[in-house]
């Protein structure tokens, strides 16, 4: 257990519908990521929130929505999505965004059918 | 280069040190680091170094790290049948938010 968590663990999708992947961390951390994971290839940061803003986007299409309520909790909401967008995504918490020591969640493997 | 490079696969047998090493890309990055991804699981950061030190020890684990040639290793002592994984390294670029990843080494374990 590392403090952050992530649901669904799995979910698959049609290229259709609407979907929202969720983290949650108890660490009191005040930074919040996403990352994308695809086979073969790097890590590829999405997101980033410090105290609840966005300060990062990683040139990512608007079909991949994010969202940050507060400090805790962070969404990535998924509309309209392409099957190379099959991946496993993960979640990462900081103390804040200078990032020195990041904790990642298990991550949502997603499938677009 | 741009890329953190890292070998794909590593195979060692059970007792004996494994050594995984990396390539980064950026000399005034601040921090390197190691994770640790089991299958089906997500990463679980396992030590980082400060770049203004050579080396850091922490029970079984040994980062070195030579600036100079922007490598960075990972030493296991004593490899057991559960460190089999992908170790993925990854550095943290002065003035970024972004930490930048190798893809990965694959770290099998033969009983």
């Known amino acids: 257990e590392t403090g952050v968590t992530q649901t669904p663990r799995h979910l698959v999708m049609g290229m259709t519908n609407k979907k929202s992947l969720k983290c949650e961390q108890h660490?009191?951390?005040?930074?919040m990521y996403w990352y994308k994971q695809s086979a073969k290839k790097p890590l590829e940061l999405m997101f980033v929130?410090?105290?609840?803003?966005?300060?990062e986007n990683n040139s990512v299409p608007s079909r991949f929505s994010p969202e940050c309520p507060n400090s805790s909790h962070l969404f990535l909401h998924l509309h309209t999505l392409q099957p190379e967008d099959s991946a496993l995504y993960l979640c990462?918490?900081?103390?804040?965004?200078?990032?020195?020591?990041?904790?990642f969640g298990q991550g949502t493997r997603l499938t677009v059918v | 280069g741009e890329d953190v490079e890292q070998s794909l696969f590593l195979s060692v047998r059970e007792g004996d040190s494994s050594v995984i090493n990396c390539t980064y890309t950026?000399?005034?990055?601040?921090?390197l680091y190691w994770y640790k991804q089991e299958p089906g699981a997500g990463l679980q950061l396992l030590t980082y170094?400060?770049?203004?030190?050579d080396m850091k020890q922490d029970q079984r684990l040994t980062v070195l790290l030579n600036k100079k040639d922007k490598h960075l290793s990972l030493r296991i002592a004593d490899t057991q049948t559960g460190d089999s994984a992908i170790y993925f390294c990854?550095?943290?670029?002065?003035?970024?938010?972004?930490?930048?990843f190798g893809k990965g080494t694959k770290l099998s374990v033969i009983p």
């Open positions: 990854a550095e943290l670029r002065a003035g970024s938010y972004q930490l930048t």
């Open positions: 929130y410090n105290f609840k803003e966005q300060t």
């Open positions: 660490l009191g951390h005040n930074a």
């Open positions: 950026d000399s005034s990055s601040t921090y």
């Open positions: 990462a918490s900081s103390q804040d965004a200078r990032n020195t020591e990041a904790f």
């Open positions: 170094i400060f770049s203004n030190m």
